[in-house]
């Protein structure tokens, strides 16, 4: 069976109401019937620890890995620098196949509800990841513009102003499902 897989932290995971769902993956269940949606994802993972798992995400051939890292790696805590931040996407990308990857930028968060993830840091990883996906030829998705410029960006929020609200996904869902079924075409070709 075809498989799509989510691999990522809270946000691609689906965090609500303080615990885990199924949201995303059920929508893109919803939206691609006859594809297996795999999410891989787990709460509090940085680019660092996402490393230690990328090799299982590769064991599951996907067609598509949608990328979804940032919001910790972006955090004051635990700092992480952007060249890191970055060799560890490149590392991640060369081994799951840059033709197989969506990559998101970091998403907006609110910055005054969660001053350990300030406004500057949100736009350099931006840009790194953006750098990257020209560099490497992957399809992106600017996450954090998409979110920033809605009228009203905290309604996309829950209140913690780090995780997604309902609005949020259905943002999420409408920049990701024609960029999946670009790369699907474009994978499915080639193969």
Known sequence: ?????????????GFRNGKASDILAKRI???????????????DYKTNNAMTR????????PAVVILGFGVNDISID?????????ANLTNIIE????????????PYIDWLK?????WT????????????SK?????????LHDMANCTDPKELLQEDGLHFTKQGYNLLEDDLIPEIKATLTDVLVSN
């Open 1 to 13: 069976m075809k498989r799509i897989v989510l691999f990522g932290d809270s946000t691609m995971m």
């Open 29 to 43: 269940r919803n939206d691609f019937p006859g594809f297996e949606v795999i999410n891989m994802s787990i709460s």
């Open 54 to 61: 990328v090799d299982r995400v590769k064991k599951l051939n």
């Open 78 to 86: 635990d700092e992480i620098k952007p060249g890191k931040f970055a």
């Open 95 to 106: 081994t799951l196949g840059s033709q197989r990857v969506i990559l998101l930028s970091p």
């Open 114 to 118: 969660d001053p350990t993830r300030p």
């Open 121 to 132: 840091r949100q736009l350099q990883f931006e840009l790194v990841t953006e750098h990257l």
């Open 135 to 143: 560099q490497l030829n992957v399809p992106y998705i600017d996450l």
